[in-house]
């Protein structure tokens, strides 16, 4: 018997359901159980869609889905058969939810989106009929292989991304991304199924209140909070999926759905060893598509495709050799999402087919029209209307400090134009207008957090100076080096008008380091470094809200501190079992006044360990 909630299913004789706990005996319209089936699914299937389709066997299910390879009679063609569990048609909300968004998701047309050829229902039958793929679902490829490759993963990738770009801008968000919805056709392209069925299953009955729709190894931190959902949702989804491909795992595992959606949203993407630097400049892709909040993410699949490919122009490609953006990497206004390559806003460089006085002109009109735009947006904003759109919020002051202002109003426009509930084609409440993103050319900002005491800095092998730094837009390689520290290398991805931020945890080195200046099982042994340890000034006593859903343990920080007293250095050294306690106790460390270690009756430089202690406000 299949649960009408969550499509489990459980034994004939069972009153509740095992997963959600439903009441089994009031399933059915008339109160009663129903009785078992007396026939196989698949042989329901054929007397049901007998007249059009020959079921030839089952391919697979799942939670939501069983699905069967049948050939159509009229058309004598090969097609694929997805059927809901049968207790749904039961529910006469979800039929017609489901009915109507499969009927919006077959409107995408699409070379890397299945197409769906019918909708329908006949008797407990809810079904729909799709193109029938040869090729192998990505799930299948990683049970197989384990991990895949960098360019064959940046491949899927650009792909997919290309499907969820046209899809977006249908404002149709897909909601469950992951290896089981990725399909490979006889050609080894990418194709993205089941558009449409999860927000289908995210309403009425289905789901308790605030309940989340979707696969907790791949949702995104929003969904996981029942939060509204736009295009970037998907685009953490992508980003789980191509760590899974780039690692063999997933980076968030528990015990259940709830401990793992509060992984999604407290903990930091874990770092795998990574052996070649493709895959450590690929893991930094990944980065950001799973950053926290969906302002710090990639903003559309057409930015993720644009540093795929090095900041080409995007066409449709199955090249599998796609190259890691250049130093002068640029975004991409637009992304072709059709076989054929489209005309868009923007001209090759001088060299690859525009003559240098076509490719002359353009700036000086460019230069004209930007300041015709200006002068109607000045007076615009300064006109009668102006003063009350900014009381309203919908003008935005950049604040002296940088970025953070207008980052928080593109994110919060982003989000009042995200309303996924619309349809194609629904005009009744028209998207607000998008802030003017940067230019593709302006710098972002690289910020440095924890940077030791006379570190030594350098981007692209030149050196820089502070832990702040504006880089032009691209993949930059960072370098840092601290006497007592092995040496830091990384990737960074800096995007146009945006501030990465990096914490620094440098581990210690053997080398140019005396017995005192490292911590180890063996540090200030026999009293060698100091007589008496540091102790802070103040109590290290962290309030924790009381309403906070989970109270964290204790954390404990290894510190250096100087003989004034103040912190030269902190690092968590035990942590809580809550991300973000282990940044509060960080933040706190680094400001703490102490009484320093002393060593025959002098102030001396000392590590110490020491607990920070949550406390409810």
Request: one cysteine or more.
């Amino acid at each position: 018997m299949y649960c009408s909630r969550c499509g489990t299913q459980n034994k004939d004789t069972a009153k509740f359901c095992d997963s959600c706990g439903l009441d089994l005996t009031a399933t059915t319209p008339t109160g009663v159980r129903a009785e078992a089936p007396d026939i196989a699914e698949i042989d329901m299937v054929r007397q049901e869609l007998n007249e059009e389709y020959d079921i030839l066997e089952e391919l697979g299910r799942g939670g939501m889905a069983i699905v069967f390879k049948a050939k159509e009679k009229q058309l004598d063609r090969e097609v694929a058969i997805k059927v809901l569990p049968f207790s749904l048609a039961f529910d006469k909300e979800f039929v017609e939810r489901f009915q109507r968004e499969a009927r919006t998701s077959a409107k995408l047309e699409h070379p890397n989106i299945i197409p769906i050829y019918r909708v329908g229902k006949s008797g407990r039958i809810i079904y729909f009929v799709m193109k029938f793929l040869r090729g192998k679902p990505l799930s299948s490829v990683l049970a197989a292989r384990g991990s895949l490759p960098p360019a064959e993963i940046k491949k899927v990738l650009a792909e997919v991304g290309r499907a969820l770009s046209y899809a977006h801008k249908k404002e149709i968000v897909h909601r469950d991304i992951k290896p089981d919805n990725i399909m490979f056709d006889e050609h080894g392209h990418a194709v993205v199924t089941d558009f449409g069925i999860a927000k289908a299953a995210s309403g009425g009955k289905l789901t308790g209140t605030g309940m989340s729709i979707g696969t907790p190894h791949y949702m995104s931190p929003e969904q996981a909070k029942a939060q509204p959902l736009d295009g970037r949702s998907d685009i953490y989804s992508l980003g789980v999926v191509a760590y899974q491909c780039l690692t063999g795992g997933v980076p968030f595992d528990g015990e259940d759905s709830f401990s793992i959606g509060y992984k999604h949203i407290m903990e930091e993407i874990p770092t795998p060893p990574l052996e070649n630097p493709e895959k450590r400049q690929l893991f930094e892709v990944v980065r950001k598509m799973m950053a926290k909040t969906p302002a710090q993410r990639f903003q559309n699949a057409e930015e993720l495709i644009s540093v795929l490919e090095g900041g080409r122009s995007v066409s449709f490609t199955t090249d599998a050799t796609m190259a890691m953006p250049s130093m002068s990497g640029v975004r991409l206004s637009s992304a072709p999402t059709t076989p054929l390559p489209r005309a868009t806003g923007t001209r090759p460089p001088v060299g690859e087919g525009v003559p240098p006085t076509l490719a002359g002109e353009r700036p000086r009109r460019s230069v004209l029209s930007g300041l015709l735009l200006w002068m109607v947006i000045v007076g615009a904003a300064f006109g009668g209307g102006g003063f009350y759109a900014y009381k309203q919020g919908l003008i935005f002051a950049k604040s002296p400090g940088g970025t953070a202002d207008s980052t928080a109003a593109r994110d919060t426009t982003r989000l009042a134009a995200a309303d996924s509930t619309r349809t194609t084609g629904d005009t009744s409440h028209p998207a607000p207008v998008e802030p003017p993103a940067p230019a593709p050319g302006a710098p972002g900002k690289l910020v440095l957090q924890n940077l030791p005491q006379g570190a030594r800095v350098s981007i692209d092998g030149q050196p820089v100076r502070g832990n702040q730094v504006d880089l032009p837009p691209g993949v930059r390689h960072l370098t840092v080096r601290a006497t007592g520290y092995q040496t830091y290398d990384r990737q960074v991805i800096i995007t146009p008008g945006e501030t990465y931020n990096v914490r620094l945890d440098m581990q210690t080195s053997e080398d140019d380091a005396g017995p005192c200046d490292r911590f180890g099982p063996a540090y200030n042994q026999d009293n060698l470094c100091f007589d008496s340890r540091p102790v802070p000034l103040s109590p290290t006593l962290i309030p924790v809200a009381q309403d906070a859903p989970v109270f964290p343990r204790q954390a404990i920080l290894l510190v250096r501190v100087s003989r004034n007293g103040t912190t030269m250095e902190a690092r968590v050294f035990v942590p809580s079992n809550v991300e973000t306690f282990n940044n509060e106790a960080l933040d706190m460390a680094r400001n703490l006044r102490w009484n320093p270690a002393q060593k025959n009756g002098e102030p001396t430089e000392a590590w110490v360990q020491w607990p920070f202690q949550p406390v409810r406000q």
